[in-house]
């Protein structure tokens, strides 16, 4: 600043200054330039005259300019972010901004929001002191700030126990976040999460965020396997098995269920949907148990303990058996349809573990079906072994044919078993129907029994090892329907069972057959249509007496109240049957009433006694 210092003196002196660097003075004219803030003496002077020199002289301070100073704040920013603005000016300035629409700014406090994309300049201003107005500012670049994403859940399920979040935007160049601060995703998808809350968020190349898109990943949800009694979901048959508690009723909705399920405690497993009266009903679950030979769909082992065990209601499928109990199990087998076995379809007690008993219980209303004929495996519907037993009733058993000989397959097997009631069953085209081998004290009985040209028994009584005879007795076949394949009834190598009021007809064999079989009784049977023109015998008295070596036939045995048509002979007797009684048999529209036939170098049979019979008809 620049100001004329006067004197009322006398005129003609000269001005100086004291410091120059304060200010200076034109000597004449007593201009004073202020230089520099500080304080410096404005003298005046005359020289001449009388009294000179004389001088006066008034202080001058200089008071510094006003500074806008450098203004400092964050640029680039991104829209919705603030920041704020300063300056090492003199304080007491305010603050404006070019263009609000990019961005604004406090005018007392700096505090600057970015608005939109774009370029501003903040500028401070100091309006009062000296040298006022000054000025500064700096230029404020806005970036756009990403769209919020889309994120879509794909929730847990059995199949994929965690969720997985899939983000999405039509921005290109994004990464993405769950947590807000990783953003290492490019791809935006976010697997394998736990269940929880997330914020997705996009960031761009100038690391501007977007505002959160919230997720809730749920918890895992509609587990189709139910325990009952708890209260609790599960994913698979096993794992609800395995949280159990022993007597919990376990649940399993419609689906395929790919496992081998292994039952060690007391469970009743129940597939859901309607029942039917007999198989698996409308919508029930399918466990597959998959293709090999072990283990079986469904294992079920009550070792040590006595369990009690409750299957009603799937489709089982696959596996080397349908359902094995091996041990201490009271079983209830119910309302299943059981296929796609390797070698049996029910098993109580297997034979591959021997000494396997305390297996009790019922298998009823089950459809079980076989895969014969074939050449693997000599399949069995159901087979009851050792020690153990069952009742065996109102199951559809079919389609166990084994074609590489020296085994039959079975639709129905008691092996080494005792106690066991078969009943009330439909057995069809099986090699055997039913087989009692080796086993004592079972009774068959109002079964419905249909061959085909690969069956071979509709009943088959037998001892496994003819060097051990005689070990199945005690049995009672009465009151079946035995129709088509070879033999309705094959007997060898046993002794004093029970065969009663069966009804036999359409075998291309024999009705009743026995080999080497003694001190039974056949009676009250209706036998019919027994291979009339070929050979067929209604009862057959056969083989080789292997408690006596050296001779022949079946021997004590007691024919009694038959009544036997349209076969080759309604009753052949072979070489050294000894001792049958036959009375009060109807032996009509055979080839032969009652044939008696001693093969070359054999012998007739002793004690033979014909008793009271109706033999008519025969040509």
């Not at 929880?196 to 990943?217: D, F, M, Q």
């Not at 052949?572 to 001693?598: F, R």
Request: with cysteine; hydrophobic share 30%; aromatic share 6%.
């Amino acid at each position: 600043a620049t100001d004329t210092y006067t004197s009322n003196g006398t005129s003609g002196g000269t001005w100086t200054s004291t410091d120059q660097t304060i200010a200076t003075v034109d000597a004449t004219t007593g201009v004073v330039t202020a230089l520099s803030a500080g304080t410096t003496d404005i003298t005046y002077t005359v020289s001449s005259g009388c009294g000179s020199p004389v001088s006066s002289h008034k202080t001058l301070t200089v008071s510094p300019n006003v500074s806008a100073g450098t203004v400092s704040g964050t640029s680039p920013l991104c829209i919705g972010a603030t920041d704020t603005y300063t300056s090492n000016g003199t304080s007491g300035g305010t603050w404006t901004s070019t263009v609000p629409g990019v961005a604004t700014v406090d005018a007392t406090t700096g505090v600057v929001t970015a608005v939109s994309a774009g370029t501003t300049d903040i500028t401070y201003t100091v309006n009062s002191g000296c040298g006022n107005p000054v000025s500064a500012f700096k230029t404020l670049t806005v970036n756009a700030t990403p769209s919020a994403p889309t994120a879509n859940v794909t929730q847990p399920t059995c199949s994929t126990p965690a969720g997985t979040i899939t983000v999405t935007s039509s921005t290109s160049g994004l990464s993405f976040s769950i947590d807000g601060s990783n953003y290492t995703n490019t791809s935006g998808v976010f697997p394998g999460l736990a269940p929880g809350n997330y914020n997705v968020t996009a960031k761009n190349a100038n690391e501007c965020i977007s505002s959160p898109t919230p997720v809730i990943v749920s918890t895992l949800s509609g587990q189709p396997v139910h325990n009952i009694t708890q209260s609790t979901n599960y994913c698979t048959i096993q794992s609800a098995i395995d949280a159990a508690n022993s007597g919990d009723v376990i649940q399993v909705d419609a689906g395929t269920y790919p496992e081998n399920v292994n039952i060690p405690k007391s469970i009743t497993l129940l597939g859901n949907g309607t029942l039917a009266a007999q198989g698996a009903g409308t919508n029930a679950p399918i466990i597959d148990g998959g293709a090999g030979t072990n283990p079986a769909t469904i294992t079920v082992n009550g070792n040590p303990g006595i369990i009690t065990v409750t299957i009603r209601n799937f489709n089982i499928n696959n596996g080397a058996s349908g359902i094995d109990v091996l041990q201490n199990a009271v079983m209830t087998v119910d309302k299943n349809t059981i296929t796609g076995y390797n070698k049996n379809g029910v098993t109580f007690g297997p034979v591959s573990l021997p000494g396997s008993g305390g297996v009790s219980g019922t298998i009823s209303n089950n459809i079980i079906t076989g895969a014969g004929p074939i050449s693997t495996s000599a399949q069995n519907g159901v087979q009851i072994s050792e020690t153990n037993t069952a009742t065996v009733t109102n199951n559809l058993v079919s389609n166990h044919v084994y074609t590489a000989g020296g085994w039959w397959a079975t639709g129905i097997l008691v092996y080494g078993g005792a106690g066991v009631s078969i009943s009330n069953n439909t057995v069809n085209n099986n090699q055997a129907g039913v087989g009692i081998t080796s086993a004592n004290n079972n009774i068959v009985e109002n079964n419905t029994i249909t061959g085909n040209a690969n069956s071979q028994a509709g009943v088959m009584v037998t001892t496994g090892n003819s060097a051990s005879p005689l070990s199945a007795t005690g049995n009672t076949i009465q009151n079946n329907t035995i129709s088509g394949g070879f033999n309705g009834i094959w007997s060898s190598y046993c002794n004093g069972n029970t065969y009663h009021q069966n009804t036999i007809s359409g075998c291309t064999g024999n009705g009743i057959y026995f080999w080497d079989t003694d001190n039974n009784t056949v009676d009250q049977n209706i036998i019919s249509n027994i291979a009339l023109n070929t050979g067929g015998w209604g009862i057959a008295l056969d083989g080789g007496d292997i408690l006596s070596p050296g001779t022949l036939g079946s021997d004590n045995n007691i024919l009694s109240a038959n009544d036997i048509s349209t076969s080759d002979a309604g009753i052949w007797i072979g070489n050294s049957s000894d001792n049958t009684q036959v009375t009060n048999n109807y032996l009509h529209a055979n080839h032969y009433g009652l044939q008696v036939d001693v093969s070359s170098g054999g012998a007739a049979p002793a004690g033979l006694a014909v008793h009271f019979n109706n033999i008519t008809g025969n040509t």
